[in-house]
């Protein structure tokens, strides 16, 4: 099942980014006193009891002017409203009140989007009760005052947000349909793809709106079975700022791809592999879902016997970072190879839910440590009792050891390698965790 979206909204200094960074536990976006400044990670998961999400800092406000401010609330909030379950509306207890909050609180509430209101920089509630009180005209519920510096009143915070998360067993009876999430760069051709897809097979079981997001979820069938495509491509607003338009691209494709089992990535192959294309991979990466990288557009690339290789070469490189990924070469234009991507999700999808048996994976795992000794430190060598594979999308092992500690990154990516050599596992991700194991000798 899919993480829920919290999207954190709100005007410039009202401690957005703060908030985020308390949530996530690290300083991922840039907190300065001058409004806007949020510009790196967007993104973070959170856990808060047995619930996880994903986070998102919408950010994105500039302080020009009252009425730009106001624009891009309007903006930031319909951003929020297209792509998360829950919304964070984010207001000062020391300013008050403004034209802007209850602007933006009109559009909330007739998203029926559900909203938990955040009243910041609330130091003492019983000196700032009536500050908070204020809040009330807004017309979207409870305020909720919290200090996000101080990481006060957080809980209270979060668990308001919680409540409104569907129960654990919703998405269920939906498993069953894989999901595939169609991401990249605005203009590499997803729709066209999709499209293409749809014409081909001329079989739409449904047309669903998405129920959370402005994505459009298709149900097609092919060959007996059903693929859901959640198409993230009709970018409905043209934004003048570049920065704007790939912070929407990417707060998308975090939505998309969290609600998907394989990420198909559109790379345009007139452009070649850019840095915004391994930024939408690394989404996918980072959440373990099934990748496959599909170059468009080849029927546009003047070919030789050595161009296919020299392009994936260079995928391969700028992408290091996930080298499992199945690569294509299509075109949406013509249909060039398009109809083999429904093999390729099919195999990555057979790949993210393979189960090992515990006794092949320590056949394996001895021969490997024989192969190459375990790392030592300081006259201590690293002893791993035994492996087993705890979940699947994506596979995951857990390694018994008697000090973690001692495990070595690179000796991991050595235990990584062997079982790929032994099971394959293309197109997904593995993760291999390692957990100490008390009361053996060591």
């Not at 990670?41 to 009891?49: F, H």
């Not at 998308?252 to 991979?281: F, L």
């Not at 035994?386 to 050595?414: C, I, W």
Request: with cysteine.
């Amino acid at each position: 099942m899919s993480k829920p979206i919290v999207a954190v909204i709100g005007r410039p200094n009202v401690g957005k980014s703060t908030l985020f960074n308390a949530l996530a536990g690290e300083r991922i976006s840039i907190v300065k006193d001058t409004p806007g400044v949020t510009r790196d990670r967007i993104y973070a998961d959170v856990t808060w009891l047995d619930r996880s999400f994903t986070m998102i800092d919408t950010g994105g406000i500039e302080p020009d002017s009252s009425d730009i401010i106001l624009s891009q609330m309007r903006e930031q909030a319909m951003i929020a409203v297209e792509t998360s379950d829950v919304i964070i509306f984010m207001t000062d207890a020391r300013t008050g009140m403004v034209d802007a909050d209850l602007q933006v609180a009109d559009l909330l509430r007739r998203s029926k989007r559900p909203v938990v209101l955040a009243v910041n920089k609330v130091d003492s509630f019983k000196r700032q009760e009536m500050d908070v009180y204020e809040f009330y005209n807004l017309g979207i519920g409870d305020p909720y005052p919290i200090s996000a510096e101080g990481k006060q009143g957080i809980g209270e915070l979060l668990d308001a947000v919680i409540a409104h998360f569907p129960e654990k067993s919703a998405d269920e009876d939906q498993n069953e349909i894989p999901r595939i999430a169609i991401v990249g760069k605005p203009n590499v051709g997803k729709s066209s793809i999709i499209n293409k897809l749809l014409g081909e097979e001329r079989v739409i079981v449904s047309d669903i709106a998405g129920t959370t997001r402005d994505a459009i979820d298709t149900t097609v069938k092919h060959n007996k079975r059903e693929y859901t495509f959640i198409d993230t491509a009709g970018l409905r607003r043209k934004s003048k700022v570049k920065e704007d338009l790939e912070r929407y691209s990417i707060i998308r494709t975090v939505a998309a791809v969290e609600r998907s089992d394989v990420a198909v990535v559109v790379i345009d192959a007139t452009e070649g592999v850019t840095e915004q294309d391994a930024k939408i991979t690394g989404i996918a990466h980072d959440r373990g879902k099934g990748l496959i990288i599909a170059v468009n557009k080849w029927d546009a690339i003047e070919k030789d016997t050595k161009t296919t290789k020299k392009f994936e070469e260079d995928i391969r490189q700028i992408l290091s970072f996930c080298p499992y990924a199945e690569i294509m070469f299509i075109s949406a234009k013509t249909g060039q190879r398009l109809i083999k991507l429904y093999d390729m999700i099919d195999m990555v999808l057979e790949n993210q839910n393979m189960r090992i048996a515990t006794g092949v994976l320590n056949e394996l795992l001895t021969e490997a440590v024989a192969m190459q000794q375990p790392p030592s430190d300081k006259g201590k060598r690293l002893r791993i009792y035994y492996m087993t594979q705890v979940a699947v999308g994506p596979p995951t092992f857990v390694l018994f050891v008697n000090d973690k500690e001692l495990m070595h990154f690179s000796y991991l990516r050595y235990l990584e390698n062997q079982i790929r050599d032994a099971f394959g596992f293309r197109g997904t991700a593995l993760r291999l965790l390692t957990r100490e194991r008390k009361g053996k000798d060591q």
